[in-house]
């Protein structure tokens, strides 16, 4: 089934196919998402959720189909290529490097820094002190906006699974991606932790306008914070639309709702 369209799609993928030996991972799943929006992907474990945003930011390589990002293709570009280009994502479990400080990983997240390269070094020195001093102040604002200034100077390894959700996500901004793509953000944090990443979301649409676009079992959840609901069952999208009119859908609760989201609507 395709993809219910949108006006403005900031991502566009159609027929997009992943084959590992004889199984069909992604069968021809075609999404579209809704530039400045927050949309969900549900669907039972093995639906091909996780190997779809592994396709879409390039960690994985897709067999066909068309991946565009604000109209350009980044099929099979690699994950540094599409990250420049304004789309990042975090994962089910957390990447921080656990033997540096939280502010000293939140400083690798920053783009654009000349005293990366030796030249810079060499040839840029006030450039790129000016620019340290801007990715510091960024850093540390980001930090305090996420409740995790107080620990800036710890090493990223004390911190709880919680924490370093939202500390993936603090450091994601630090490059201010236009599209963000979340891994089951709420999966093992505790609930006032993640009702944090879920105001976060809605903060960081309504002031930056960045989209989300994010994988979460937790229905109550999606139904209450998405705008747009893609469905997923054994590789394909078999339902998209807004939340009233997915919970509607015959085929979604057979695959994955169940009688109760018809007892709930």
Same mark, same amino acid.
């Not at 400083?107 to 790129?128: D, F, Q, S």
């Not at 999208?237 to 509607?248: F, H, L, M, S, Y």
């Given at each position: 089934?395709?993809?219910?369209?949108?006006?403005?799609?900031?991502?566009?993928?159609?027929?997009?196919?992943?084959?590992?030996?004889?199984?069909?991972?992604?069968?021809?799943?075609?999404?579209?998402?809704?530039?400045?929006?927050?949309?969900?992907?549900?669907?039972?474990?093995?639906?091909?959720?996780?190997?779809?945003?592994?396709?879409?930011?390039?960690?994985?390589? @897709?067999?066909? %189909? =068309?991946?565009?990002?604000? #109209?350009?293709?980044?099929?099979? $570009?690699?994950?540094?290529?599409? *990250?420049r280009c304004g789309m990042m994502r975090t994962f089910q479990l957390p990447k921080v490097l656990g033997a540096m400080t939280v502010l000293e990983n939140?400083?690798?997240?920053?783009?654009?820094?000349?005293?990366?390269?030796?030249?810079?070094?060499?040839?840029?020195?006030?450039?790129?002190?000016?620019?340290?001093?801007?990715?510091?102040?960024?850093?540390?604002?980001?930090?305090?906006?996420?409740?995790?200034?107080?620990?800036?100077?710890?090493?990223?390894?004390?911190?709880?699974g919680g924490q370093r959700k939202l500390l993936e996500m603090a450091r994601l901004l630090m490059s201010r991606p236009r599209l963000i793509l979340l891994?089951? @953000?709420?999966? %093992? =944090?505790?609930?006032?932790? #993640?009702?944090?990443?879920?105001? $976060?979301?809605?903060?960081?649409? *309504?002031?930056?306008?960045?989209?989300?676009?994010?994988?979460?079992?937790?229905?109550?959840?999606?139904?209450?914070?998405?705008?747009?609901?893609?469905?997923?069952?054994?590789?394909?999208?078999?339902?998209?639309?807004?939340?009233?009119?997915?919970?509607?859908?015959?085929?979604?609760?057979?695959?994955?709702?169940?009688?109760?989201?018809?007892?709930?609507?």
């Amino acid at each position: 089934m395709a993809s219910a369209a949108v006006s403005d799609p900031i991502l566009r993928v159609d027929s997009l196919v992943k084959r590992f030996g004889g199984l069909k991972a992604v069968d021809g799943a075609s999404v579209s998402v809704e530039r400045g929006s927050i949309t969900a992907v549900i669907g039972p474990n093995g639906a091909g959720k996780t190997t779809l945003f592994n396709l879409v930011t390039g960690f994985i390589r @897709p067999d066909g %189909g =068309v991946i565009e990002l604000d #109209g350009r293709s980044i099929y099979r $570009h690699a994950p540094y290529q599409i *990250a420049r280009c304004g789309m990042m994502r975090t994962f089910q479990l957390p990447k921080v490097l656990g033997a540096m400080t939280v502010l000293e990983n939140m400083l690798l997240g920053g783009a654009a820094n000349p005293g990366e390269r030796l030249l810079g070094l060499a040839c840029h020195p006030i450039r790129w002190r000016r620019r340290e001093r801007e990715l510091r102040a960024d850093a540390l604002e980001l930090l305090e906006r996420f409740r995790l200034d107080k620990h800036a100077s710890a090493y990223a390894a004390t911190l709880s699974g919680g924490q370093r959700k939202l500390l993936e996500m603090a450091r994601l901004l630090m490059s201010r991606p236009r599209l963000i793509l979340l891994d089951e @953000p709420l999966a %093992g =944090v505790h609930p006032v932790l #993640g009702q944090q990443l879920i105001e $976060h979301m809605h903060a960081l649409r *309504a002031e930056r306008g960045t989209t989300f676009l994010f994988i979460e079992h937790d229905m109550e959840t999606v139904m209450t914070n998405a705008d747009a609901i893609v469905v997923m069952a054994q590789g394909r999208v078999i339902a998209a639309g807004t939340p009233a009119v997915v919970r509607q859908e015959r085929k979604v609760i057979d695959a994955y709702l169940g009688s109760n989201a018809e007892d709930a609507s």
